[in-house]
């Protein structure tokens, strides 16, 4: 294992929305580079539509929740989830969120550095709407210069989860690259 | 080759440490946070090509009746249920503590704190305490691996079950484990008759007791489970004492609030019987001890010196709900006198969970509601429960509980001048798990009500697993089917009818005919036949979508938004009109007739 990677992310979103797969996806990008990995996720009653977080740990932890102010980063696939999950960031954090239109940093008790995607919108013009989540990611590996993990890496994972159904492989592609490559 | 590590969840870290550990019979009922580790057995026996035998058993009595055979044989064998699930098995769990096991025995019962998708926050390893068994208590995914061969060996060494209790936060981590080569599987079963303890009277039992607690004397001793210290930090007059996950934050805590090198953390890894010496010791050296453990104070109450533990007796750790490690944060920097700001998550509602787009169960109530609008409607436990928000569920107790409640509503309310209808809702899995029972008893009893068997030909709320109507297995083996209907009729129900609840007047018509039936004959049961959407899709069943438009004739009355709570129809604060989410519409088109003002239409 490397020493001194250590960062803490929480991706939120609501049930159906794809949030297991894609903290599963980025454990699998860390375990890919020798680095220990916890993860917490929803799952049950909470996964029927109703409001969901998992909490990706990589690096040396015991814990596998993240304690609010201690995040480096959100992924947030449903706007309406920065308001609930904010406080989980530290001084300085980013957060990716899923929106059409542009929401402000923000100031105050959780400072969080925002920037917005429509993953939505994107998803469904580049792939299908089920894929919005990937766009989100695609965002925040772009904008996240930090990361544990770069774009080879994730679609490497992708190209293991998914090997065998080239069609599922390529939108879930197709939509990561097409986060990356968005401006907002 | 595959890989030797791999990102395990919980419940497949338990699987795993199973199969490892040679596990030659794993039975379970499904049950959030349990429901991952019997599938999980299943695939890693079928990578290794191992025997034995796994399945899902009715409920969880038949499940943990069925493992114990097997250890009554001399075979390593397990059962996995949630912690409710352990009050279902509780008959045989407390006579199995008497008669102690043969080979490896292990009881699984995973823990809810918080609760995030149970009906209780019950502490498992109180009724370890109450059978007199020892219960092991993992802090991580790779823990609970390790415990599940310390267990086993606990188990034969002491000839007795052991109760492995994970918690939520254990059962649905992911963390990265290293695989092992699994121990060859014994499967030469060992039967030996021996009457006096495998079927022993009363007088014998007393002896067998005896003999339980002088075993449980002597595992408050074992090595293997003795409590650990996490940290270096030598004894002063302070010491913290914590359990499960809960040990797995408190040693973040420590390193963040600079405690690791001063204040000692001890791990229990097994809460009870809590080791003798260690309670003796600690008690001695320090002046005050925190303990820290989920949900009740199992480990506090036998570290039996009020005066000096703090915890959830003495008001210092909350009694309700999971203990997050924000609160660990607040709790150790009180008690070791450092200071740190309040950090806390409002707990905003957020999202409700709710019936998923397409569900048939939502078109069954939406029915029920038509038929019987001033009815009463017990209801029970699985996705139908959340019938709640269409206001078709006015209560929920247990599994199979609808069934005998409609008959104790009856018996409370027949003198009422006006008998309310009752109509009551139940799972299939639901009802081959308890609803049997009941239903006999209601016949007997003539009790006039309305049972609808929401028959959706699996358990969808865990996570789709098979019911006894399915006619495969937790490897997709063929196995038999058994017929719903049969099993009503042959309980003695004359009337027993299905139909499918897609088409609302219909099935609606039908519920009516039952209620007039039910008055003079007793119980009439509807069966709503319609397969879970989510479960149909995975299996690649035949789905055709129809296209339904939201038409101009829509006022925005807002009618199917809060009768029918469709996820995909949504009439946000101030629109005129209902809005069609495509993305989540499944096609199923029940909406359309769903709509007062006719404005919802199938096109194409």
């Known amino acids: 294992m490397k020493n001194g990677t250590a960062q803490q992310l929480v991706i939120s979103g609501v049930g159906g929305q794809g949030v297991l797969f894609l903290t599963r996806l980025l454990a699998e990008a860390a375990m890919d580079k020798g680095l220990a990995v916890f993860t917490s996720e929803t799952h049950g009653m909470a996964q029927r539509g109703g409001t969901v977080i998992s909490h990706l740990k990589v690096g040396d ?100 989860r998914l090997a065998g159904d080239e069609q599922r492989l390529h939108k879930a592609v197709t939509a990561f690259r097409a986060g990356m490559k968005a401006q907002q | 080759m595959k890989p030797s590590r791999l990102l395990l969840l919980g419940n497949e870290a338990i699987a795993r440490g199973l199969v490892e ?54 075979l390593r064998a397990a059962v996995s249920m949630k ?189 009870y019987p809590l080791h003798t010496d260690f309670c003796r010791k600690i008690l001695e050296s320090c002046e005050s001890v925190l303990v820290l453990e989920e949900t009740t104070g199992v480990i506090e109450m036998q570290l039996a010196s009020r005066g000096q533990v703090r915890g959830k007796l003495s008001g210092d750790v909350p009694s309700v709900g999971e203990i997050l490690p924000e609160d660990i944060e607040q709790i150790v920097a009180g008690f070791a006198g450092v200071k740190v700001a309040a950090r806390r998550i409002q707990q905003a509602p957020g999202r409700r969970p709710t019936l998923c787009a397409g569900c048939p169960h939502r078109a069954a109530f939406f029915a029920i509601k038509k038929a019987a609008p001033k009815g009463v409607y017990p209801s029970d436990i699985g996705c139908y429960t959340l019938g709640l928000n269409l206001g078709a569920v006015d209560t929920v107790l247990c599994m199979g509980a609808a069934v005998s409640q409609a008959a104790g509503f009856h018996h409370a309310l027949k003198n009422r001048a006006k008998q309310p209808p009752i109509v009551a809702t139940i799972g299939d899995s639901t009802f081959f798990h308890s609803g049997i029972a009941p239903l006999v008893d209601s016949v007997v009893q003539k009790v006039p009500f309305v049972l609808v068997i929401l028959d959706n030909s699996t358990t969808a709320m865990t996570g789709n697993q098979p019911t006894a109507a399915s006619g495969w297995g937790v490897n997709g083996e063929s196995l038999a089917r058994v017929d719903l209907a049969a099993v009503v009729k042959g309980c003695g129900v004359g009337f027993c009818r299905q139909a499918d609840p897609y088409a609302i007047k219909e099935f609606a018509a039908l519920l009516k005919e039952a209620l007039a039936y039910c008055r003079d004959h007793g119980p009439a049961v509807v069966i709503s036949k319609r397969p879970c959407l989510l479960d149909l899709r995975r299996r690649g069943g035949n789905w055709e979508p129809k296209q339904v438009v939201v038409t101009e004739a829509c006022d925005g009355c807002g009618f199917c938004v809060t009768q029918f709570e469709c996820p995909a129809l949504v009439l946000a604060e101030g629109d005129k009109q209902v809005v069609l989410d495509t993305m989540v519409c499944t096609g199923c088109g029940v909406c359309v007739e769903v709509c007062p003002k006719k404005a919802l239409e199938v096109v194409g």
């Not at chain 1, 580049?126 to 989100?136: C, E, G, M």
């Not at chain 2, 499960?244 to 040693?251: R, T």
């Open chain 1, 61 to 160: 932890f015991t814990s596998p929740m993240i304690r609010p102010g201690c995040a480096d980063g959100l992924l947030v696939l449903k706007e309406e989830n920065l308001d609930l999950h904010a406080g989980y960031g530290r001084a300085g954090a980013w957060a990716v969120v899923n929106s059409r239109h542009p929401v402000p940093s923000r100031q105050g008790d959780c400072p969080l550095e925002v920037a917005t995607v429509d993953a939505f919108g994107l998803a469904r013009e580049v792939a299908s709407p089920r894929s919005s989540n990937l766009v989100v990611l695609g965002r925040a590996i772009t904008i996240c210069r930090d990361m544990f993990c770069g774009p080879d890496d994730i679609v490497r994972v992708l190209e293991r």
């Open chain 2, 21 to 74: 550990a040679g596990c030659a019979v794993a039975t379970a009922y499904p049950g959030t946070p349990s429901s991952e580790i019997l599938p999980a057995v299943a695939r890693f026996r079928a990578d290794e090509k191992l025997g034995g035998h796994v399945q899902w058993a009715v409920n969880e009595k038949v499940a943990f009746e069925i493992a114990y055979a097997a250890s009554i044989s001399g």
């Open chain 2, 83 to 271: 912690q409710v699930g352990l009050n279902v098995a509780s008959d045989p769990l407390m006579s199995a503590a008497y008669m102690g096991a043969k080979g490896g025995f292990l009881v699984i019962s995973a823990d809810d704190p918080g609760p995030h998708s149970s009906q209780t926050e019950q502490d498992s390893r109180l009724m370890a305490m109450m059978a007199k068994i020892p219960v092991l208590d993992p802090a991580s995914p790779l823990q609970a691996k390790q415990m599940v061969a310390a267990g086993f060996r606990l188990s034969e060494e002491f000839s007795i079950p052991v109760l492995l209790r994970p918690t939520t936060r254990v059962c649905h981590s992911r963390q990265d484990i290293e695989l092992s080569v699994p121990a060859p599987c014994e499967l030469n079963p060992d039967y030996r008759k021996d009457p006096l303890r495998w079927a022993a009277t009363p007088k014998f039992r007393f002896k067998l007791h005896g003999e339980l607690e002088d075993k449980l004397a002597r595992i408050a001793g074992w090595e293997a489970t003795r409590p650990v210290q996490l940290n270096r930090a030598r004894g002063g007059s302070l010491a913290v004492v914590a359990s499960g996950v809960a040990a797995a934050h408190a040693a973040e805590i420590f390193k963040a609030l600079g405690l690791w090198e001063n204040l000692p953390l001890y791990q229990v890894l097994q809460p």
